[in-house]
């Protein structure tokens, strides 16, 4: 039976004390195989970019190879690759959600050791080419240093504007939650109350037949 594993390398809180450089994780799959994966919760209109690799040092010369997925959070396929060692995938998010990338190996063909694979994941400024913008825009130093600080600024910004329309929301969820507690609360007192009342007035009925009172 394959093993299905799922770490969250970041939320978006994490996102604002690590804007300014990517996620390095490790993974182990069994040897007997199986599926391990991670996520990130991100919002859309972001750059993520990942390298990932199979790391094997018992056995360097033959490296076992892996099966990678990445999907969206409605289920879009961002990247797939079979039977590789490593690998890189590069997208812009397009809605807001939880990213999977999933990496597998064959169940049917065992492995001798467990099997170790590095992720590099960098979302946002972190995915930035620097050296790129530096060139493009002929800046260095000092000047280089002031526009990767503008951008971190503007991600924060762009993250809390996000962190509070989720607030927003949950809040909305939550109280709409409540009242409908709050109606259900008292339908149930209403329904108790019918009961009772049926009970008593059935009971009334009976003793009087009877002669009783």
């Known amino acids: 039976m394959a093993i299905r594993g799922i770490f969250t ?25 199986g599926t391990k994966c991670v996520s990130e ?64 190996v064959d169940s049917s063909h065992p492995l001798p050791n467990p099997l170790t694979l590095g992720i590099d994941w960098k979302t946002g400024i972190a995915a930035k080419d620097w050296d790129s913008v530096a060139k493009k825009e002929k800046i260095e130093g000092v000047e280089l240093q002031l526009t990767r600080l503008e951008g971190l600024v503007q991600a924060i910004r762009e993250n809390i504007e996000y962190i509070k329309n989720r607030e927003g929301e949950m809040r909305e969820v939550s109280e709409a939650t409540n009242a409908r507690v709050a ?31």
């Open 41 to 104: 919760e991100i919002q859309s209109n972001v750059v993520v970019m990942a390298d990932y690799y199979v790391v094997d040092e018992q056995n360097p010369g033959n490296t076992p190879a892996v099966s990678a997925k990445v999907t969206s959070p409605y289920g879009n396929n961002l990247h797939h690759q079979d039977n590789v060692t490593h690998g890189q995938f590069a997208f812009t998010t397009q809605e807001t959600g939880n990213y999977l990338a999933c990496f597998s």
């Open 9 to 33: 390398i970041s939320t978006v809180v994490l996102f604002l004390l690590t804007v300014n450089h990517g996620e390095a994780i490790w993974l182990t799959i069994p040897a007997t195989g």
């Open 183 to 213: 109606w259900f609360s008292i339908m149930s007192l209403g329904v108790c109350l019918s009961a009772a009342g049926a009970q008593i007035w059935y009971l009334k009925r009976y003793f009087h037949k009877k002669k009783l009172i």
